[in-house]
């Protein structure tokens, strides 16, 4: 009898649960491109979101807009830019030949999602391939989000000459940019040095001050370009990359805000900002949306880039249509739950969608936050 009671106990359990993975999943499967407006409804008055969209020139939406917030990958349009500038120069061959192996110097597996094994196996199915010309490494820092190709190109082009891009588009509240991966060694190289337990490391790197963590990873990133960290370095690098230590990487990712981002999406939506050269290397690597057939039925041009980690989500967009109508947005999220992320990841691209394409819904959108923000 007890048996038979504590059967139908577990029956019951595994029936409940079951259900309840169905129906999460059916939640989170759900294209749903309103969760968006909802999202940033809700949150208007906190730190987690900003969003800031101009429709032909003219302000639509500003929420938060100068609120500094970590831009994850979306920071990569920056060195995006610094190869076009380089190339254009001559000072860089977007045609030269890269080794896979210099590459994988900077490539950590399991912490880019797949992000730099997808990009290769998308080049000539990866078969057998030995070097790659860089134009072909830059264009995986966009679409695939390499972090190894980025580090790389860090390195190629001079992480000073990078920065100089910020000052040159006259951007003040951007944070600057520093090896993102190699930063990563940084708890392991304190517990090497310091002998310390786990909360006492993340005691350590919470208390550090943001310079001294951006030097740290410099310097990191520097011994890696002439002694590359061995097998056994990367391991240690996932086992000490624990969710609390993730964090505090993800809080401390380069800064910026939604108003900055919105406008130098308008520099190259606009495709008179910066020389023609430039725009000659910079739309490969940033416009290759308009690879599609059916982007190129609708859209005369469009970029974007965007990015993620645990507790971020943040993109930045631009594209005209063939009717003329100019588009620029920026969406910057932080200390989202698992299910946020989630649910944002999965409709964010149908929210930007239905704004390029839907009339209503960008009026609809546009008066809704305005009442609400007054």
Do not use: C
């Not at 029956?11 to 309103?34: A, R, V, W």
């Not at 520097?222 to 056994?232: A, L």
């Not at 290759?288 to 859209?299: C, I, V």
């Amino acid at each position: 009898m007890i048996i038979w009671i504590i059967g139908i106990a577990v029956i019951s359990l595994i029936l409940i649960l079951g259900t309840g993975i169905y129906m999460f999943k059916k939640k989170i499967k759900k294209d749903n491109p309103e969760y968006i407006l909802q999202f940033v409804k809700e949150h208007l008055e906190s730190d987690k979101v900003a969003l800031s969209i101009n429709y032909n020139d003219q302000e639509w939406v500003n929420i938060n807009s100068k609120n500094l917030l970590p831009l994850a990958s979306t920071v990569k349009i920056i060195v995006a830019i610094e190869y076009a500038r380089q190339a254009s120069k001559g000072q860089i061959n977007s045609l030269q030949k890269v080794s896979l192996d210099e590459l994988n110097t900077f490539y950590i597996p399991k912490t880019d999602g797949g992000a730099h094994e997808a990009w290769i196996a998308s080049l000539d199915d990866g078969k057998g391939m030995e070097t790659v010309f860089l134009s072909d490494v830059a264009k995986g820092m966009i679409t695939y989000s390499s972090n190894a190709n980025t580090e790389y190109l860090m390195q190629l082009l001079g992480l000073e000459n990078i920065n100089t891009v910020l000052v040159d588009l006259n951007i003040s509240n951007h944070e600057p940019l520093y090896p993102l991966v190699s930063a990563m060694f940084i708890p392991t190289q304190l517990l090497n040095e310091k002998n310390v337990t786990r909360q006492e490391l993340l005691k350590l790197l919470e208390n550090m001050d943001i310079s001294e963590y951006r030097k740290r990873a410099i310097n990191i990133h520097k011994k890696w370009i002439s002694q590359p960290p061995t097998d056994q370095d990367k391991k240690q690098i996932l086992k000490n990359l624990d969710l609390n230590i993730q964090r505090i990487w993800s809080d401390r990712l380069p800064r910026s805000t939604t108003a900055t981002y919105v406008d130098i999406m308008d520099n190259l939506n606009s495709k008179t900002y910066f020389d023609d050269d430039i725009y000659k290397y910079l739309e490969p690597v940033m416009e290759q949306l308009m690879s599609h057939p059916t982007n190129r039925e609708w859209l005369m041009h469009a970029g974007e880039k965007g990015g993620s980690t645990a507790f971020i989500l943040t993109t930045a967009m631009y594209a005209t249509d063939k009717e003329g109508n100019q588009t620029e947005m920026a969406f910057f999220t932080n200390d989202l739950t698992s299910l946020e992320q989630t649910k944002l990841s999965r409709n964010l691209n149908g929210f930007k969608l239905k704004f390029l394409k839907d009339t209503e819904f960008r009026n609809r959108m546009t008066n809704e936050l305005a009442i609400i923000k007054k």
